[in-house]
Structures are given as structure tokens and as C-alpha cells.
């Protein structure tokens, strides 16, 4: 099981030094060299993923934008309709070529709130001539100094800067050629004079394929959110990285997610397709994470404690927030992080975080019943079921449909 997530970032700077944004580069690694993937669809489904599945944009990239490269594939997916529109710039890849798909995809993009870049510009009359059905949904012009001369480069400014796009020098490399570039109209600057790509990693609970297919597979069939929540709990390291998602800038939302369903209904069956295939255009077959012994470890104390609840009250919300203190119990070793940095990144509400931190609340005094249970220690068991005031054959029967159920289905 693969536990890295990995992107590299880049500043964008205006005239004056400021951070305007970054953009955000896929890594397989944590060096420059480690981006190899099957193509540039994977390339940004992959560093999406990292960032609102493990990282987080605002750990990231704080209130700035970011700037994320898109293929013809990724454009015209639609997948990209799931992020913030006021966060994110879809950067035109040189390579895409724009035909009848792409301009409408283009064109959709911009009437829904996205800025749109066009990325390592090059001013020739072939090049231009691809990107003219587009420019008027064009926001910013990334100007390649590398590859443009100096002619080609005041030439660029002089266009763009006529049809109202803002110019961005990219590649820049020394102050001489900031300057110059800034005199000629670039309002905005990126390259190694200001600072290289910086490599960040983080831990990631990887998800698998399998599950993703099963999920993207029910949800389209537009089902009751009943059903929709008992999928997503036989895969809970899937329904981790969907609170997860949910936390991160994409959302901009501060609701307190206490269980599946509210998560659910939080997202909406839209924007969940969307995510999901998202996930699945970044996977490349790993199917490990169901055979991990924690795994079967949280998914057994997850269906646990939700038995346990449900003898403790006859509301639904127990059930529910046990089920989920369950799953995420497990995850700092799954994870190999710390509980408070994963309970950090996901909103959980007060009972749920206080369980797992301190062991405060019923949900804790059930977390630690199954500790001891665990454990085998008999004493705290049996204090335990006092303070909860659960008898010793509700744990036993509890215990038996837990252990016994097929937590793979």
C-alpha cells in the first residue's frame, strides 16, 4: 500500500515580489525526476487527489490560488467541476490540441467561474492559431522566456496585453530579465530567479480500485441515500479521503461531519461521481488495502461499536458516530501518522475527536471496552460494561456478527 502523497509547488509573484499563487506540479517522488506516470491525465488526477484527499489546499497553498495543468482528457472529462472555482486556474497545456470538444469544455469552464490559463506560450503564427477559438475565455498568458525570443516575447505582450489577458513570464531566471519583462507589460513572474519547484509529501491512506468501480458503479444509478451510506461503509478507507475531501478548500464549508450520511448529503451524488472518477483516473491497479490486518482491525471495530450503540440508544446518531471513531482509530497506524494530525485535517465534531484523543464520552468509554476487549483484559472490560451499563451478552452477540461479517463484500 502505497502511504506517500507527493506534489511539488511553484510560486507565481507579481511585480513587486508578492505571492500571487503557486502552481502545483504531480510528483511520484520527492525529487524533480520523480514524476514519471502513464500520461498527463493520470499526471493531474494523482496531484488533485493528493491535494484534497491527503494534504489539504489550505495546508498547501493557504488563501492563494494554485494553477494545476489540464490535458485535452482532463478538460473534456468534466471531473474538474468538483473544485473551487475561486482556487483553482486550469492551465491549457501547450499540447492540447483544440478541437470541437475542448473549446466547449473550455467554454463551460469559464461560464462556471474558472479563470483559464494558457500554459508555455509560444508566439508563432501555427501556435496562436490552435489557441485563437479559445482566447476570449483566456484569463492569464504564461510566456515560455526560454523558448520565445526577444522579439517573439514583446510581441506576446503587445497581443495579449490588447485583449485584456494577463501576462505571465514564465522561466525566469535571472533579475535582468524580470525587469525587462515587467517594463514590456508582465504583470506576473514564475522561475527559478524567484524559487525552484519545492517537493512536499505527506501521508495518504491509499483507497482501492475495486472499491472506487463498486461505488461509482451504484452511484450511478442515482440510489436512496440509504443505500449510497451502506456502500460507502463497507469501504471506509474510501469514506476517510470523502471526509477528507470534504475539509478541504474545495468545499469551503465549516459543517461539522459527524457521519456517512451527512457526508453524503454534504457532497451531493453530483459532485461524489465526480470525485470518484477523479480518484480513479489517478489509481494504477493497487488492490492491497482490504488484506491489511489493520484494516480488517478498523472495519471490525467500526461494525463493533456501532452494534454496542445501538444497544446503548435507540437514536440514530450513535450508531452512526461510533461506526466512524471505529474506522478512524485504526488510521495513525494505517497511516503511519499521528491521530491529531489526521483528526487536524477532518472535522469530526466534539464527540467523535473527543473519543479519539482523550477517550472522553460514550464513544470513548466504547473505544475503550474494545481496547480491552482486544487486549483480553477482563477487569477493565467488566468496569467498562458497568459505566455503560451494557450487559455481557450484548457484547458477546455483538461480538459475533462483527468478527463474523464479510468486511470485504
Known amino acids: 500500500m502505497e502511504n506517500q502523497a507527493y506534489l511539488a509547488r511553484q510560486p507565481i509573484v507579481d511585480k513587486n515580489g508578492n505571492l500571487f499563487a503557486y502552481e502545483l506540479l504531480f510528483r511520484s517522488g520527492l525529487t524533480a525526476q520523480s514524476a514519471q506516470v502513464t500520461g498527463q491525465l493520470q499526471a493531474t488526477a494523482k496531484l488533485l487527489e493528493n491535494v484534497l484527499n491527503s494534504m489539504g489546499l489550505e495546508?498547501?497553498?493557504?488563501?492563494?490560488?494554485?494553477?494545476?495543468?489540464?490535458?485535452?482528457?482532463?478538460?473534456?472529462?468534466?471531473?474538474?467541476?468538483?473544485?473551487?472555482?475561486?482556487?483553482?486556474?486550469?492551465?491549457?497545456?501547450?499540447?492540447?490540441?483544440?478541437?470541437?470538444?475542448?473549446?466547449?469544455?473550455?467554454?463551460?469552464?469559464?461560464t462556471s467561474g474558472f479563470e483559464i490559463a494558457l500554459d508555455d506560450v509560444i508566439f508563432d503564427a501555427k501556435i496562436m492559431k490552435n489557441v485563437t477559438p479559445v482566447l476570449q475565455y483566456i484569463k492569464y498568458a504564461k510566456v515560455d522566456l526560454m523558448e520565445n525570443s526577444a522579439v517573439q516575447r514583446k510581441m506576446a505582450a503587445g497581443f495579449f496585453k490588447a485583449k485584456n489577458v494577463t501576462l505571465l513570464a514564465e522561466k525566469v531566471e535571472t533579475e535582468s530579465e524580470a525587469k525587462i519583462c515587467a517594463k514590456e507589460g508582465y504583470e506576473l513572474f514564475q522561475g527559478y530567479f524567484f524559487a525552484k519547484p519545492e517537493n512536499m509529501s505527506s501521508n495518504k491512506l491509499d483507497v482501492q480500485m475495486s472499491g472506487i468501480l463498486n461505488l461509482l458503479r451504484v452511484i450511478r444509478k442515482n440510489p436512496e441515500t440509504d443505500e449510497l451510506e451502506n456502500q460507502f461503509r463497507i469501504h471506509p478507507e474510501i469514506t476517510v479521503n470523502l471526509l477528507r475531501y470534504i475539509n478541504s478548500a474545495y468545499i469551503a464549508t465549516y459543517h461539522t461531519v459527524s457521519s456517512i450520511r451527512q457526508a453524503i448529503t454534504l457532497v451531493g451524488q453530483s459532485n461524489l461521481k465526480r470525485w470518484l472518477t477523479l480518484m480513479l483516473f489517478a489509481r494504477t491497479g493497487v488492490d492491497e488495502a482490504a488484506n491489511s490486518p489493520l484494516f480488517?482491525?478498523?472495519?471490525?471495530?467500526?461494525?463493533?461499536?456501532?452494534?454496542?450503540?445501538?444497544?446503548?440508544?435507540?437514536?440514530?446518531?450513535?450508531?452512526?458516530?461510533?461506526?466512524?471513531?471505529?474506522?478512524?482509530?485504526?488510521?495513525?497506524?494505517?497511516?503511519?501518522?499521528?491521530?491529531?494530525?489526521?483528526?487536524?485535517?477532518?472535522?469530526?465534531?466534539?464527540?467523535?475527536?473527543?473519543a479519539l484523543r482523550n477517550g472522553s464520552g460514550v464513544l470513548g468509554k466504547l473505544l475503550k471496552l474494545i481496547q480491552a476487549v482486544e487486549t483480553d483484559v477482563q477487569e477493565n472490560v467488566d468496569e467498562l460494561l458497568n459505566e455503560l451499563k451494557l450487559p455481557r451478552d450484548a457484547l458477546a452477540s455483538s461480538m459475533m456478527e462483527a468478527f463474523s461479517a464479510d468486511i470485504r463484500a
Open 296 to 354: 480488517q482491525n478498523a472495519m471490525q471495530r467500526a461494525m463493533l461499536m456501532e452494534k454496542l450503540a445501538e444497544t446503548i440508544s435507540c437514536s440514530k446518531g450513535l450508531p452512526e458516530e461510533a461506526f466512524l471513531a471505529g474506522i478512524i482509530s485504526r488510521l495513525d497506524a494505517l497511516c503511519k501518522t499521528s491521530m491529531d494530525d489526521i483528526l487536524n485535517e477532518i472535522d469530526l465534531g466534539e464527540n467523535i475527536s473527543g
Open 59 to 110: 495546508k498547501i497553498a493557504g488563501n492563494k490560488k494554485v494553477f494545476i495543468n489540464c490535458s485535452r482528457d482532463m478538460l473534456v472529462s468534466g471531473a474538474l467541476g468538483m473544485l473551487n472555482k475561486e482556487r483553482f486556474v486550469l492551465e491549457i497545456l501547450e499540447s492540447v490540441s483544440i478541437d470541437n470538444d475542448t473549446i466547449e469544455a473550455v467554454k463551460s469552464a469559464h
